[in-house]
């Protein structure tokens, strides 16, 4: 459905962003990195969540030593975000970083973005121009243009440098907390650059506001096919992005990682007690990752015709549900059975 | 930002949903409509988390006293949502409902529709025109068309007919548990009617998944002007369908209802401990209705810029919070007084 952008290819460690690959999920861990058990037991429960591309801070070179031994043993590729030090940049290539994120903003001057680039080349790895509207350079932040235009003019003129140093292994972003100006930045850089992107909405917010403004920015952007890797940023354990991520790229059908739920509002209609049915049957099929679609409907209006849809479906009616497998309905049960009868039809199917 | 699609204008009770009007935010109760004090109760609570009409379904005609009395009593307009059985949907008129919903996919013949139109031309309501996937009418259902113009087609054709009777105060939605395909048929039926749309993603799914599909959907028509009132479906307790709603239009600054919060992801860099900080701030921000916005930033990265655009913001460094009140350096505080001294100085913008 969605005609996803053409654009070049990058490879961080394994893992293709661009060029055509499916659009790879990314976290970034809030452990201190100078503890690198600690950030490592979260990229392990990160990538158990469904994380492609993990990112860590290097806040100051005491952390380096944490650093390297994160990237030495991660089971995801590990990507460096630095800011302000450019030395921090250089060291963590050397480190074994499998991506730098550097911001045009706080990097510098150029010869210092230089010394960057000299070290990615060396290590044969690209490089993220990651800008943010909190932290524009000054030519930029004081321009008399719309935030728009200035954080897609300030990755603009970042690229033009790595270009004319013959460096284009370059992934670009262009963040704002405004779901507004974020989209219209990237819709310039989509038009302009060749480069994949990596989008997101900084500072989005706590969880719900966060997965909300997200979505919104982020389904947007997909929808018109820009894109190639995301980063959902939520003030809330970074495995919750992961999840909210995928159901961004869910809801799209880009991407699914396990079961699709389909389940009804409940009404004035229902005559079953559906939320926690519902609930219990969504925990339930957390644990798999069958590529199956499951219907959990409260009545006869819309009930026997999404069951029908689904590969297994319940549509309820007063104390019972009907059961349906591939759009033929199958046996009536009792509430109290609805989910167990459900995960019985599930283990049928495979 | 957004230029909304130009639209009729229907009065629900006193609600006006199009023609210029701000965009509506609606639910639906889940309680037993025969009780209409749990009903009432429901809906008073709807109505302070910010719903503005609200409906009621209407499953048989023992409901229909109740529905009654929670018309005359409600806070909010009254919708009726009736399937199967035009003579309900008659009678909802005659009890005072400010608003008919009914479904071209279940009424029947259209005689029973032409009753069910003239009881609303004697009551001076509108009706709403609510085709769903679930319940497509066979002729549609069975047709050899993409879901989204099985969908519009239905839609379409009921409105022919309401227009051959004369009818005109219509609204229309066509919601299908698929993203691409209900964005597809509200495009073409945006390009098509002159009525005011109802937007929503149908039998969306629990909190997160159902969240998410929602403002990814929702979020890409009104995007593009398209809806002038929505309902967010979600298997959860309705008051989270309004909050949802609500986040939904903030996000793409088309409405916004209270305080707006931002705050960042938190990372290896952050040296407080945010997320509970940040979940405090939101937590005694609900119970304000002050539009202003306040930043919760973890560091000296974005921290300072972002803080600095906010009405009151704090940046964290180690252990502390620095105060900014509209982009200017207040004081600093040891982290555990981060969030009282964030809200005295929210308490002094007003």
Sequence with gaps: MVQRRESSSVLVGGVQ???????????????????????????????????????????????????????????????????????????AAR?????????????????????????????????????NAGSLAAEYADADLPLADKLA????????????????????????SSVGATVDAYR?????????LHIGITE?????????KSAVGLGVLLSE??????????????????????????????RRRGPELISCPTCGRCEVDLVPIAAEVERRLKA???NVKVAVMGCAVNGPGEAREADVGVAAGKGVGLLFRHG???RKVPEAEIVSALFEEIDRLS
């Design 204 to 212: 989005a917010g706590t969880s719900l506001a966060g997965t909300v």
């Design 288 to 290: 798999s990752t069958a």
């Design 153 to 176: 003019a300030s990755a603009r003129s970042f690229c033009g440098h790595f270009e004319s140093r013959g460096f284009t292994d370059i992934v670009v972003s262009a963040k704002a």
């Design 17 to 91: 962003i661009g060029g055509g690959a499916l659009i790879v999920v990314q976290s970034m861990t809030n452990t201190d990195t100078r503890n690198a058990d600690d950030t490592l037991a979260q990229i392990r429960r990160l990538a158990e969540a469904g994380c492609e591309i993990v990112r860590v801070a290097i806040p100051h070179a005491d952390a380096m030593e944490g650093f390297a031994r994160v990237c030495e043993q991660s089971p995801l590729p590990v990507v460096a975000d630095i800011h302000f030090d450019y030395r921090l940049a250089v060291e």
């Design 225 to 254: 096919g820009i894109g190639d890797t995301l980063r959902v940023s939520l003030t809330a354990p970074p495995e919750e992005e992961v999840a909210v991520a995928w159901q961004i790229l869910a809801a799209l059908d880009l």
């Design 328 to 330: 033929e309905p199958v």
């Design 95 to 131: 480190c074994g970083a499998a991506k730098l994120r550097i911001n045009p903003g706080n990097i510098g001057d150029l010869a210092r973005v230089d010394a960057v680039i000299d070290a990615a080349g060396e290590a044969g790895i690209p490089i993220r121009i990651g800008v």
């Design 188 to 196: 310039m850089l989509a038009a302009e650059l060749p480069y994949p």
